[in-house]
């Protein structure tokens, strides 16, 4: 068993066509299917359904390919404990971000890796926050950025910033002359949800949800959608408060707090606990830092470097 073996399954489950595979990994069809059946004789089993199209994985096979990425993971980490300062600050970076962040922390990180270190090449992709420790834990992404906490033992959080929530409100006569909104009563209002698919929130939902977190009330997504849709149809939404920036100023006018309590919520950079890239870490922690207020940071990130 090698390597380039592990490689080579990973690149077909990815691909899911030999023919792709082999193009990604720059060998010919015949050699990496050839590598494959050798390492399917050695382990005495078939990872590969070939004939289907496109090529489907076994049960056996699923479980050997999740395996042989976290093999992978770690042979890269391996060879990254021997890397140069300069080569640390180069190559692939693969991010997964909640969709309510994504607008926020995605134009400005790319711009600031394009401008001060060009050779890390930024893969940021939409996740839920399952997906993303499903993906960490898996090791098919490098980082994930969440709302904290996290809970779960193989995940390292580091806190970045912290956020207020606030209600956009159409345009609504009586819920206009209202200066904020008290958190309490928002069962009393119309609220649009991304939860489970765009809806109004029904009253009895509000009454049984209403004190958990910010995520499990509205799970957020494209805050945009929702101000059309409130627009159109009256009612309100809830945005976090580094989506404000993007609006316009007519949009602005429409916003109150939501106090007594107020809705917040802490973002983290979430890692697997063995994870040792250091400066790569380090470098994209002060990328997010050009994407928000310095008033917004936690504590943990207000300093130059952060270890491990």
Not at 282 to 303: D, H, T
Request: proline share 5%; aromatic share 8%; glycine share 4%.
């Amino acid at each position: 068993m090698t390597l380039q073996q592990l490689e080579y399954i990973v690149a077909v489950e990815e691909y899911r066509y030999f023919v792709k595979a082999a193009e990604a990994c720059h060998v010919t069809q015949s050699t990496m299917s050839l590598m494959i059946k050798k390492l399917e004789d050695e382990l005495d089993v078939s990872i590969f359904k070939r004939d289907t199209h496109p090529v489907e994985v076994t049960a056996t096979g699923q479980k050997i390919i999740e395996e042989a990425k976290l093999v992978l993971y770690h042979a890269k980490h391996l060879v990254e404990l021997t890397l140069s300062e300069k080569v640390l600050s180069a190559g692939p970076l693969k991010v997964g971000m909640i969709s309510t962040v994504a607008p926020v922390l995605m134009p400005k990180t790319f711009g600031y890796l394009k401008t001060f270190y060009p050779d890390i090449k930024l893969q940021a992709l939409e996740m839920r926050s399952a997906t993303i420790i499903d993906c960490l834990k898996k090791a098919e992404i490098d980082m994930g950025i969440l709302t904290a906490p996290v809970y779960d033992k193989d995940i390292l959080e580091l806190p970045l910033y912290h956020e207020r929530f606030f209600a956009y409100i159409a345009d609504d006569e009586i819920l206009s002359k209202h200066e904020s909104i008290l958190r309490d009563h928002l069962p009393d209002y119309p609220l649009w949800v991304m939860k489970d698919g765009i809806r109004l929130l029904e009253k009895k939902d509000m009454v049984y949800q209403y004190k958990d977190t910010y995520e499990e009330m509205y799970e957020g997504g494209r805050v945009g959608i929702l101000i059309q849709i409130a627009n159109e149809n009256g009612g309100m939404a809830i945005l976090p408060e580094t989506h404000l920036k993007l609006l316009g100023e007519k949009a602005m006018e429409r916003l109150r707090p939501v106090v007594a309590p107020e809705i917040s919520r802490v973002i983290c950079l979430a890692m697997r606990k063995d994870y040792i890239h250091e400066k790569m870490m380090n470098i994209f922690v002060k990328a997010v830092k050009s994407c928000i207020s310095p008033e917004l940071y936690e504590p943990a990130i207000k300093g130059e470097y952060i270890k491990l």
